[in-house]
């Protein structure tokens, strides 16, 4: 059974300040995708990891993946109180599979 | 192009009773997967259809259905509400590998 790990899960963080949010998995798979959640909202596409090695980049956030050690990083840089939110992993086993989630690690950007 | 739509956006239910959500994929995906949340949780995978059958289903009891339509769109049913049944429930469409995510039904059973 495929598993997901998040670490951590709570992430309190000062603006300006830089931070990695951790994602593990438990076999080899296809993609691997971040999304971001507000309070009451659904999810938010941010990146789509596709192989190994992988670096994609979008504002102060930036996802990489690597496959051989089953780990995806979300980097923060500079955060800032409107990356406030929950971010979440997922992986996909194989095309036409499920999404299988992390846990979610709830960050809080404070002035 | 609407992306994934949901409706309703909210509902409110007694235990007992019985509740259907839906769901309309984005132009071309063919594939809908439904997902509960639970306050707090990471989405959880209830089943998938494609072609108007079910082709996976998570750890979920027999109360809870499903069905396609030949328009690829979709409807989960709940039967015999419980409590814990309380949840944002989550329509995602797809093709490949693109997986996009609706607005979501926000239920609340009382």
């Known amino acids: 059974e495929l598993k997901v790990e998040q670490n951590p899960l709570f992430l309190s963080m000062q603006e300006g300040k830089n931070y990695t949010i951790y994602c593990n998995y438990s076999?080899?798979?296809?993609?691997l995708y971040w999304y971001r959640q507000d309070p009451g909202k659904s999810l938010e596409s941010l990146f789509v990891l596709l192989s190994n090695g992988a670096v994609k980049q979008e504002g102060r956030l930036m996802a990489s993946l690597d496959t051989k050690a089953r780990l995806s990083t979300l980097h923060i840089t500079a955060a800032v109180h409107d990356l406030s939110a929950t971010y979440f992993c997922?992986?996909?086993?194989?095309?036409?599979?499920?999404?299988?989630f992390g846990e979610g690690t709830q960050l809080t950007v404070n002035p | 192009d609407a992306g994934v739509t949901q409706s309703p956006t909210h509902l409110i239910k007694t235990r007992g009773q019985q509740v259907t959500l839906r769901c309309s994929p984005k132009s071309g995906h063919d594939t809908v997967s439904w997902y509960q949340q639970a306050l707090g949780q990471g989405p959880q995978f209830i089943f998938q259809y494609y072609e108007e059958e079910e082709r996976q289903r998570g750890n979920f009891p027999d109360r809870f259905s499903g069905h396609q339509f030949p328009n690829y769109s979709s409807e989960l049913n709940v039967n015999a509400l419980l409590l814990g049944d309380s949840a944002l429930y989550l329509c995602?469409?797809?093709?490949?590998?693109?997986?996009?995510f609706g607005p979501g039904t926000r239920l609340t059973v009382t």
């Open positions: 076999t080899t798979s296809d993609r």
């Open positions: 995602a469409s797809s093709m490949f590998y693109e997986q996009y």
């Open positions: 997922a992986v996909l086993k194989t095309s036409g599979s499920r999404l299988t």
